[in-house]
């Protein structure tokens, strides 16, 4: 796919994209949650993308010629378990290609959780068809900030 001129490609992450990839993770999330309070440390989220996520999870990156690792997708099971974008990616059309990706690989659906701070990530996931399900107070996330599930159904 071209985005901005630049070719971008999705693809399986492999061991040499988990450094990249959390990379992405921690500055997507600094960006788009900064009121958030993350309860790992840099180190920590470098450990789990190396050794939990590409090596155990269905972790897709998106590899921009001449711009390395700029968004990250992990699937596991029927949930769409992460999706971030390095923030100069954001509005460019890449998150929509991963949900498309999601979907090709998950046809019966897809479920994700999402902060309920994060407003403009609930008007992306209802552009693309999910709705609203669950609301917590966030006493079962890591974070502790109410959160919200979201499920997609063909």
Known sequence: MIIDDRTVNLRRALP????????????????ALPGV???R????????????LVPLRE?????????????????????????YLAPEWRGLGLGDRFVALAKERRPG???LWT???NEPAHR?????????AEWTDGSRNEEREPDMR???RP
């Open 115 to 117: 902060f309920q701070v």
């Open 150 to 152: 979201f499920v997609w």
């Open 41 to 52: 440390s840099d180190d920590e989220v470098h450990g789990y993308f190396r050794q939990v």
């Open 59 to 83: 972790t897709c990156v998106a590899e921009a010629e001449g711009g390395g690792v700029v968004g990250v997708m992990v699937l596991e099971d029927e949930e769409l378990a992460q999706l």
């Open 16 to 31: 040499a994209d988990a450094a990249p990839a959390a990379d992405v993770w921690l500055r997507s999330f600094a960006a």
């Open 124 to 132: 992306f996931y209802e552009r693309h068809g999910f709705e609203a």
């Open 109 to 111: 659906g897809l479920s």
């Open 37 to 39: 309070v993350r309860p």
